[in-house]
């Protein structure tokens, strides 16, 4: 497709359980970032992603949290044991240059992740 | 660390009607770049506007227009002739211009736009 693809686009989850969220950004998009988007509160950013350089996991919470990209291409957000303050949207987006002047992250719709 | 803040959590606006959002941020850096999306229910955020923090003149896309005040550390955006389909929230955003180090986007809180017919 042409745009940054998300799915589960909702999952519902007991507390204890694994997770797993997948993004498959814009083709040829070489930045991807994931941020979480709680009620009430502005994103959070996460992790991001550049080419074959080492992740920025400096927005992860906390060691539950992992994320990768293979390829330079799709990439999967695992939550692990999850707990019900991990509910949330996940949002990913991707941009063709990160250092570059445009500036302008594409977004997914998201996956609304509810913990029970 | 840079903030970015949004003071008015919701806003409301009749049809054709002028609106303004507010945002303020907090930065010791001079090149950055600013930015406010909409997010409607579909959740997917769209990009509505994008300011360079080295222009001195606003930003304008058709029926939205910034108001940057660099010194105030200020970026409020104003949208006019209002329509249905504005109703949405709306976040700014902040970006450094590292020059290959993460730029990632540092959001406020939102704005909740209603759109009264």
């Known amino acids: 497709g042409a745009g940054v693809s998300q799915s589960p686009s909702n999952k519902v989850t007991e507390k204890g359980k694994d997770v797993e969220l997948r993004c498959d950004p814009i083709?040829?998009?070489?930045?991807l970032y994931w941020y979480r988007q709680s009620l009430g509160q502005g994103l959070e950013f996460l992790i991001y992603?550049?080419?074959?350089?080492?992740?920025?996991k400096s927005g992860l919470p906390s060691d539950r949290f992992s994320a990768e990209r293979t390829g330079g291409s799709v990439s999967t957000l695992t939550i692990q044991r999850t707990q019900q303050e991990d509910s949330a949207v996940y949002l990913c987006?991707?941009?063709?240059?990160?250092?570059?002047?445009?500036?302008?992250?594409?977004f997914g719709e998201g996956s609304r992740l509810t913990v029970l | 660390a840079q903030t970015v803040t949004q003071s008015q959590p919701e806003m409301s606006v009749q049809e054709a009607e002028t609106v303004t959002l507010s945002c303020t941020y907090d930065t010791s850096e001079s090149d950055y770049y600013l930015f406010w999306y909409k997010q409607p229910p579909s959740r997917q955020m769209i990009l509505v506007i994008r300011q360079e923090a080295y222009k001195q003149q606003n930003a304008t896309e058709n029926r939205f227009s910034v108001n940057f005040q660099k010194a105030a550390k200020s970026f409020s955006l104003k949208i006019s002739d209002s329509q249905l389909g504005d109703a949405a929230m709306y976040f700014c955003a902040y970006r450094g211009n590292y020059g290959g180090a993460t730029n990632k986007l540092i959001f406020g809180t939102g704005t909740l736009l209603a759109v009264q017919p």
């Open positions: 987006a991707s941009s063709p240059i990160a250092g570059g002047p445009v500036g302008e992250l594409f």
């Open positions: 083709s040829g998009h070489t930045a």
């Open positions: 992603f550049q080419g074959n350089s080492a992740p920025d």
